[in-house]
T-cell receptor
């Protein structure tokens, strides 16, 4: 089974621009979560989608948004980029059944650099 | 609110010696606990989890973890460390109501030859 894939792997943007990241979950998984990883803040939860519905949301400003499509693929969007948005953005999929105890499987991440 | 603490930023151990990476948690409901490992420039890999049942859980690559409810801990252990175990280890918790995963800050494990 193919793992979680994320595109693009690397992105360089300038302040004020917007960016869209894509995540394809493991086949059959219906839950997709997004995380931001930085050296200073560690792994911070952004949001979780299950069957196209946002189920949980982290403490991030409204510039960060996401969605999930009927095929479970997910995108996250960051508008009006700031220097502090530079990070590794990780996507994780889980839950054919949507259970809280299901482990997450992570993609390799998208490295976003904001100049 | 849920939280996870990993009190050690760095753990150094000699190859062949046992290793322990510590984790304590706080959660309102029953905890679901997880360990993940991250190798350089790669995503996180699942190692093991505790949902219910036996307090000692076994996972990938010879790792195991012990759930201790009274101490709210879930320490990761391995009887004999390998140099290839050197990586960043994350503990995570989720409550049984399905709130989002909360990850600890990570512990960097260095296994010295």
């Amino acid at each position: 089974k193919a793992g979680v894939t994320q595109t693009p792997r690397y992105l360089i943007k300038t302040r004020g621009q917007q960016v869209t990241l894509s995540c394809s979950p493991i086949s059959g998984h219906r839950s997709v979560s997004w995380y931001q990883q930085t050296p200073g803040q560690g792994l911070q939860f952004l949001f979780e989608y299950f069957s196209e519905t946002q189920r949980n949301k982290g403490n991030f400003p409204g510039r960060f948004s996401g969605r999930q499509f009927s095929n479970s693929r997910s995108e996250m969007n960051v508008s009006t980029l700031e220097l502090g948005d530079s990070a590794l953005y990780l996507c994780a999929s889980s839950s054919v059944r949507g259970l809280a105890g299901d482990e997450q499987f992570f993609g390799p991440g998208t490295r976003l650099t904001v100049l | 609110a849920q939280s996870v603490a990993q009190p050690e930023d760095q753990v150094n151990v000699a190859e062949g010696n046992p290793l322990t990476v510590k984790c304590t948690y706080s959660v309102s409901g029953n905890p679901y606990l997880f360990w993940y490992v991250q190798y350089p420039n790669r995503g996180l890999q699942f190692l093991l989890k505790y949902i219910t049942g036996d307090n000692l859980v076994k996972g990938s690559y010879g790792f195991e973890a012990e759930f201790n409810k009274s101490q709210t801990s879930f320490h990761l252990k391995k009887p004999s460390a390998l140099v290839s175990d050197s990586a960043l280890y994350f503990c995570a918790v989720r409550d049984n109501y399905g709130q989002n995963f909360v990850f600890g800050p990570g512990t960097r494990l260095s296994v010295l030859p």
